[in-house]
């Protein structure tokens, strides 16, 4: 008899399992959907906000965000991504994030009233492709797909503010933007 209760309790103990990697499976599709950034202003009456958008251990911080606008950070196809044609640098390093502003009515804004700047770091993962191909940080460029078109490119030299790329684990460049137009951002090499 208590081999029955037994064989009962492991029974349902695996029925649990499975149910619980199931219900673990469900939830990568939620990631399907886009993502609303994190407010970080702190003063709810500024007319300019801060929004953290960080992934993937990668700090992404927007600021000078007109209020009314959200960003949201969309699901991306890296693969596909990655076969884009590559204009002006080498080598995609990584795909960090496809960040799209919308405006208080859901709708994706293109034009800005004034620059927003983002803090785009990068992670462990960067520097470990960098090393595989014999790269450094100070090689980092930032680049973007342009709206419109198909390919990567590097953001206008006068857009970026290397100062910090050399900060330890957290480095990472300013731009400045001037209209958003739903551009996946990443690294490449060289500068």
Known sequence: MSNAYLTYGLLIVVIILLYLLFQKGRGGEAGSEPV???DITGDDQRPLRRWDCSVSARQIVLSN???GLTPYLYPFDEDDLRRQPLEGFEQLIS???DIRLLDQNSKEVQELASPVTLWMSYNAGDILALQRSGYTVDDLVPVKIVPGR????PFSEGAIDYENVRCGEMGGVHITI??????P???GVPR
């Open 36 to 38: 609303r950034g994190t």
């Open 65 to 67: 965000v007109p209020s």
């Open 95 to 97: 795909v960090a994030v």
């Open 150 to 153: 198909t390919g990567w490119r």
């Open 178 to 183: 001037n209209s958003w137009g739903d551009p």
């Open 185 to 187: 951002t990443g690294w």
